[in-house]
């Protein structure tokens, strides 16, 4: 038996509409990759190729880590997900580019039973932590139950708090029963609780281990230079050792917030691969022959309310904050056309989909209306603070909304630049009130757990803090089955809701390419578009 079907192992129902979802997001987010790869244009590089062993690899992101430490970090694509890939492995990941989940250190991962509230992970034999620590049941349970740990404060708090119990049945084996059925289970460990720290480590550091990363995945770090750059190593003892993987000898992850310089240096061979998700950047890389793999995915550019606090905790202040913008008219003025105006959380090509409920915007009378009704013709003025991470296409975006919005009588909007580190802290991090809106950026392959944590009302990873019953039913419903029409109904419900609560503006639909230089080869994006790093090499 393969590894993917020992992954995919579970009840005729399941297997059936698994295969029905897969085949759906694969004729279009393949179609999209493959355009990316350029297959048809042999001026292009391919990710395609036998890497040659040894090398070196320099990639960049847009901002340096908040942690290293798996418990204490974002896993999105422009954070930290391809450093946790390449310090930690995964236990399964996700495919984009057909939805379905795959294994890595896990041998499988499947419904263990007739109930989807019920899974069994077993895990592959003869895995060791960089430390010499057993990658083993216990390793992952004393990690699953770290992070529900509400002491330890962990990003992924929401999602372990999803399980009730784990038991240990054997050294590899973990039989894990949850607080309710999940049919799509697999996909909420691939994208939060995939990355496993070794225990002698943790136990070692309670205070968590930031900066002293020990994990099982292809490299160890050897420095790291804040701000600037961080280095790693091949670890000798990964699992895969005996397959002469992971290619390279040392990787270099560098920071660079202008993603347009991140471009330009892959084009003058200063550097080997980044993560964009700008699409006039990722245009334009097509346009100079690089490497570019595109994913499709929900998500995309937004702008989040925190509707726990003043003043858009009045929907009446949302609302006109909506009206006064156009999607079409950010992607032309700033994208140069070479976007995709969003239809709502879900990507245009999604299965489960209805881009006939896109939420009304561009209304400019509407807008006066309701800023008038706030603040009462201009005399009770309100004022609000609009975090935005440190990238200067997304800076020009937010000013452009401070000036549009300063011509209503009574609104003034601060824009406050901070780096990524306090952005995920700040707004990310969820709850808080110091914020007023921000720009929000998600990038989801499959709605669970994306959607889910982002609407949830208990979901620790609902920044917004908005709350509504019939939505968490809806979204409770959707994840208890794979079928793709019972989860088109359920996801058409809460798109709308939200569409009447509108807690956030989803604007730009979601990018997400590699850019890499004609020398790399095995580029596999995994997720959200972080890299797997046991197949990337040189030619």
Same mark, same amino acid.
């Given at each position: 038996?393969?590894?993917?079907?020992l992954l995919?192992?579970?009840?005729?129902?399941?297997?059936?509409?698994?295969?029905?979802?897969?085949?759906?997001?694969? %004729?279009?987010?393949?179609?999209?990759?493959?355009?990316?790869? /350029?297959?048809?244009?042999?001026?292009?590089?391919?990710?395609?190729?036998?890497?040659?062993?040894? =090398?070196?690899?320099?990639?960049s992101?847009?901002?340096?880590?908040?942690?290293? $430490?798996?418990?204490?970090?974002s896993?999105?694509?422009?954070?930290?997900?391809?450093? +946790?890939?390449?310090?930690?492995?995964? !236990?399964?990941?996700?495919?984009?580019?057909?939805?379905?989940? &795959?294994?890595?250190i896990?041998?499988?991962?499947?419904?263990?039973?007739?109930k989807?509230?019920?899974?069994?992970?077993k895990?592959?034999?003869?895995?060791?932590?960089?430390?010499?620590?057993?990658?083993?049941?216990?390793?992952?349970?004393?990690?699953? $139950?770290?992070?529900k740990?509400p002491?330890?404060?962990?990003?992924? +708090?929401?999602?372990a708090?999803?399980?009730?119990?784990?038991?240990?049945?054997?050294?590899?084996?973990?039989?894990?029963?949850?607080?309710?059925?999940?049919?799509?289970?697999?996909?909420?460990?691939?994208?939060?609780?995939?990355?496993?720290?070794?225990?002698?480590? !943790?136990?070692?550091?309670?205070?968590g281990?930031?900066?002293?990363?020990?994990?099982?995945?292809?490299?160890?770090?050897?420095?790291?230079?804040?701000?600037?750059?961080?280095?790693?190593?091949?670890?000798?003892?990964?699992w895969?050792?005996?397959?002469?993987l992971?290619? !390279?000898d040392?990787?270099?992850?560098?920071?660079?917030?202008?993603?347009?310089?991140?471009?330009?240096? @892959?084009?003058?061979?200063?550097?080997?691969?980044?993560?964009?998700? $700008?699409?006039l950047?990722?245009?334009?890389?097509?346009?100079?022959?690089? =490497?570019?793999?595109?994913?499709?995915?929900? /998500?995309g550019? +937004?702008?989040?309310?925190?509707?726990?606090?003043?003043?858009?905790?009045?929907?009446?202040?949302?609302?006109?904050? @909506?009206?006064?913008?156009?999607?079409?008219?950010?992607?032309?003025?700033?994208?140069?056309?070479k /976007?995709?105006?969003?239809?709502?959380?879900?990507?245009?090509?999604?299965?489960?989909?209805?881009i006939?409920?896109?939420?009304?915007?561009?209304?400019?009378?509407?807008?006066?209306?309701?800023?008038?009704? @706030?603040t009462?013709?201009?005399?009770?003025?309100?004022?609000?603070?609009y975090?935005?991470?440190?990238?200067?296409?997304?800076? &020009?975006?937010?000013?452009?909304?401070?000036?549009?919005l300063?011509?209503y009588?009574?609104?003034?909007?601060?824009?406050?630049?901070? $780096?990524i580190?306090?952005?995920?802290?700040?707004? &990310?991090?969820?709850?808080?009130?110091e914020?007023?809106?921000?720009?929000g950026?998600?990038?989801?392959?499959?709605?669970?757990?994306?959607?889910?944590?982002? !609407?949830?009302?208990?979901?620790?990873?609902?920044?917004?803090?908005?709350?509504?019953?019939?939505?968490?039913?809806?979204?409770?419903?959707?994840?208890?089955?794979?079928?793709?029409a019972?989860?088109?109904?359920?996801y058409?419900?809460?798109?709308?809701?939200?569409?009447?609560? +509108?807690?956030?503006?989803?604007?730009?639909?979601?990018?997400t390419?590699?850019?890499y230089?004609?020398?790399?080869?095995?580029?596999?994006?995994?997720?959200?578009?972080?890299v797997?790093?046991?197949?990337?090499?040189? %030619?």
């Amino acid at each position: 038996m393969t590894r993917t079907s020992l992954l995919s192992l579970r009840t005729a129902h399941h297997r059936r509409s698994r295969r029905r979802i897969a085949v759906l997001v694969a %004729t279009t987010a393949l179609a999209s990759v493959l355009a990316g790869c /350029g297959d048809d244009d042999e001026s292009k590089p391919s990710a395609q190729g036998t890497p040659k062993q040894g =090398g070196s690899l320099t990639m960049s992101l847009p901002g340096d880590s908040t942690s290293l $430490d798996p418990f204490s970090t974002s896993y999105v694509n422009v954070a930290d997900g391809s450093r +946790m890939s390449a310090l930690y492995d995964s !236990l399964v990941w996700s495919d984009p580019t057909t939805g379905s989940v &795959r294994p890595q250190i896990a041998e499988s991962l499947a419904i263990n039973g007739t109930k989807a509230d019920t899974w069994q992970l077993k895990v592959r034999p003869n895995v060791k932590f960089s430390d010499g620590t057993p990658f083993d049941a216990e390793a992952v349970k004393f990690n699953w $139950d770290r992070h529900k740990n509400p002491e330890v404060r962990s990003f992924q +708090m929401g999602a372990a708090s999803k399980i009730a119990s784990v038991t240990v049945t054997d050294p590899l084996t973990l039989d894990i029963k949850l607080f309710s059925e999940n049919a799509n289970f697999d996909h909420l460990v691939a994208r939060t609780l995939t990355f496993i720290a070794s225990p002698s480590a !943790l136990k070692a550091n309670p205070g968590g281990i930031a900066d002293k990363p020990v994990g099982a995945g292809p490299y160890k770090l050897v420095r790291w230079e804040r701000g600037v750059k961080q280095t790693f190593a091949r670890n000798p003892d990964y699992w895969q050792a005996s397959k002469n993987l992971p290619h !390279l000898d040392n990787l270099t992850i560098t920071v660079d917030t202008d993603v347009n310089h991140s471009v330009a240096a @892959v084009d003058e061979g200063k550097s080997d691969l980044t993560v964009a998700v $700008d699409p006039l950047a990722v245009s334009r890389a097509e346009d100079d022959k690089l =490497g570019v793999q595109r994913l499709s995915l929900n /998500g995309g550019q +937004m702008v989040v309310f925190n509707t726990a606090a003043a003043p858009f905790k009045d929907i009446r202040a949302r609302r006109a904050f @909506v009206f006064a913008f156009s999607g079409a008219e950010i992607n032309q003025k700033f994208f140069e056309g070479k /976007g995709t105006p969003a239809k709502g959380i879900f990507a245009a090509s999604s299965p489960i989909a209805n881009i006939q409920l896109a939420a009304s915007e561009n209304d400019k009378a509407r807008a006066k209306q309701l800023f008038d009704d @706030v603040t009462a013709n201009g005399t009770k003025p309100i004022k609000f603070n609009y975090y935005v991470p440190q990238a200067p296409a997304s800076i &020009r975006v937010v000013q452009y909304m401070k000036q549009v919005l300063s011509e209503y009588p009574g609104v003034e909007m601060e824009v406050k630049v901070v $780096d990524i580190a306090t952005y995920v802290k700040t707004v &990310r991090g969820g709850g808080g009130t110091e914020w007023s809106a921000a720009l929000g950026q998600q990038w989801i392959d499959d709605p669970e757990p994306g959607i889910y944590d982002l !609407l949830y009302s208990k979901s620790p990873s609902n920044n917004s803090n908005y709350k509504n019953p019939d939505v968490d039913e809806a979204l409770d419903e959707a994840r208890r089955t794979t079928d793709p029409a019972k989860r088109r109904d359920a996801y058409t419900r809460v798109q709308l809701q939200v569409n009447r609560d +509108m807690p956030y503006w989803v604007y730009q639909e979601a990018v997400t390419a590699a850019v890499y230089s004609p020398r790399i080869t095995g580029i596999q994006l995994i997720n959200d578009g972080i890299v797997l790093w046991d197949r990337i090499g040189t %030619t």
